[in-house]
């Protein structure tokens, strides 16, 4: 088994004017369902991660579910939604181009992809804990050398500068 986390991002269109989980948190309440959230599908990450925050704050979001973390992310760049939580893959190019403002990152910890974005825990909202993962499996019946072979493959693909700069 490989296994991989992957932290989610709390990312807002520059037009909301909000800069911090706190800030965002204290406008939701000032005007309960008026802000919409893009996510990638019902009972997806980061319609999970949105509702986790709802939950533990209190506010009301607005959830309007896309047919994927792509168009989910052209919602928000369009301004038709107003905040997500992406994966971090998928909206890093647009938060260092100024096209959506990174709030936090979903894991409990900063990303060493992108250390300048605070997580979520740390920036007004103790204990959040989204952490979603990707992992590679096989039956328990696969031959070892079958497994040790795999796991080499793939090891050495993740492993090149090219692809660990992609990802």
Request: charge should be positive; proline fraction near 10%.
């Amino acid at each position: 088994t490989l296994l991989a986390t992957t932290p989610g991002v709390l990312v807002v269109h520059p037009s909301l004017p909000v800069k911090t989980v706190k800030e965002l948190i204290a406008l939701a309440k000032a005007r309960p369902d008026q802000l919409a959230y893009s996510s990638a599908g019902n009972g997806t990450p980061p319609h999970l991660s949105a509702e986790l925050l709802s939950g533990m704050t209190g506010i009301n979001l607005i959830h309007v579910p896309y047919k994927g973390g792509g168009p989910s992310i052209i919602a928000l760049l369009s301004g038709e939604a107003r905040l997500s939580i992406a994966s971090l893959p998928s909206a890093i190019g647009h938060m260092r181009s100024g096209k959506l403002r990174a709030l936090g990152v979903t894991t409990p910890q900063r990303s060493p992809f992108a250390p300048e974005i605070p997580a979520i825990a740390e920036s007004g909202l103790p204990g959040y804990d989204m952490t979603t993962w990707t992992a590679l499996l096989v039956t328990g019946g696969t031959p070892r050398e079958v497994v040790n072979k795999l796991h080499a493959e793939v090891a050495l693909i993740l492993n090149q500068p090219d692809t660990k700069e992609r990802l």
